[in-house]
Nanobody
């Protein structure tokens, strides 16, 4: 099994940037589709960005397009989420998620139920 640990959250002013990292242990992330999700108080968990095992395909929710970038670092076995131009409405707990795959593909998974492995989450708070 793969264990996921998020880091990089914190408090930032509107317009600022944060870089979240998801570090994996137990397995190489090459064999996993990856996603970043967020959950604000009283709201459902929603997909922010996702990346396929081939890394050639990515998905971004409309509300983060042109602001966030998801990427893999195979050497470090991490998946990162660079967040720029943060807004108060981005305030949430951000989670890293992994879905095992037996082959490289451009498939993208956006629903929380598609993922079987989750990190503990990291808080992102954006002040106005």
């Amino acid at each position: 099994q793969v264990q996921l640990v998020e880091s990089g959250g914190g408090l930032v002013q509107a317009g600022g940037s944060l870089r979240l990292s998801c570090t994996a242990s137990g397995r190489t992330l090459r064999s996993y589709h990856m996603g970043w999700f967020r959950q604000a108080p009283g709201k459902e968990r929603e997909c922010v960005a996702a990346i396929g095992t081939s890394s050639l395909s990515t998905y971004y929710a409309d509300f983060v397009k042109d602001r966030f970038v998801i990427s893999r670092d195979y050497a470090e076995n991490t998946v990162s989420l660079q967040m720029n131009d943060l807004k108060p409405e981005d305030t949430a707990v951000f989670y890293c998620a992994a879905r095992a795959s037996s082959y490289y593909s451009n498939d993208i998974f956006r629903h929380p139920d598609d993922y079987g492995y989750w990190g503990q989450g990291t808080q992102v708070t954006v002040s106005s």
